[in-house]
């Protein structure tokens, strides 16, 4: 299926869990606020806090490509990306705005180990929350992965929750959970999932994007 522009939750994703046309997500990897298709040739790593555990964030690999993906409470009555895609313009003068398949989204370079690499940052508001997908390889420009990737973000579900959170808060992650693990009585995976990523992937580098969404610099893991 190719992704085309229209609205999100009718059109096309990335869903809410609650949006009455939502994909069936049944078979979908749960991590807490994300629930994730299976991307055959992918690999999936999740990156956590040291010294709490806590996990702030998840990173899909296909090829080449990296898609980091991090979602954040929002108000209710209005969207957070006009707002941050501003802020993160402003602290990074040499972004460009453009328009993409999910609607405006910045092009960001970045010097990783004297290389200059470029990212592409996409944002999403939804009910009570927004989604920012950084993407990263040939998937920030164009090309077959850019493709795979962007029908990737659009498949995925958000699960905002109850919990009460203030706006730009990053939305609960946790260990992945598969169905298998999810409806078995003795929580045991018997890894029978077709298409399922391959993970963790071994990553040596950081790139530090600056922005003022998060409470602390925002950690780009490029492979």
């Known amino acids: 299926m190719s992704l085309t522009e229209g609205e999100r939750g009718v059109d096309h994703g990335p869903w809410d869990s609650e949006d009455e046309d939502a ?3 049944d078979d979908y990897l749960d991590i807490g606020s994300l629930l994730l298709p299976f991307l055959q040739g992918s690999q999936l790593r999740l990156k956590s806090n040291g010294k ?3 996990i702030l964030g998840a990173t899909v690999t296909y090829g080449s490509s990296s898609l980091e993906l991090e979602a954040f409470a929002a108000p209710k009555s209005l969207g957070l990306w006009e707002e941050i895609r501003a802020d993160i313009h402003k602290a990074n003068p040499k972004s460009k705005e453009m328009d993409g398949v999910f609607g405006r989204e910045l092009t960001l370079p970045v010097e990783v180990r004297g290389k200059k690499l470029m990212t592409r940052v996409v944002g999403i508001d939804g009910p009570r929350w927004m989604l920012r997908g950084i993407f990263s390889g040939p998937a ?3 090309g077959k992965e850019k493709d795979l990737l962007d029908q990737y973000l659009a498949d995925l579900v958000v ?3 109850d919990e009460p959170l203030a706006p730009r808060d990053l939305i609960p992650m946790h260990a992945p959970v598969t169905p298998e693990q999810d409806g078995d009585e003795d929580g045991k995976s018997k890894d029978t999932i077709p298409d399922k990523p391959e993970g963790p992937f071994d ?3 950081q790139t530090e994007v600056k922005t003022t969404l998060s409470r602390g610099p925002m950690f ?4």
């Open 159 to 161: 699960v905002r929750g």
């Open 140 to 142: 920030a420009t164009k």
């Open 220 to 223: 780009t893991e490029v492979r």
């Open 52 to 54: 709490t555990g806590e």
């Open 203 to 205: 990553s040596d580098q």
């Open 23 to 25: 994909v069936d997500y």
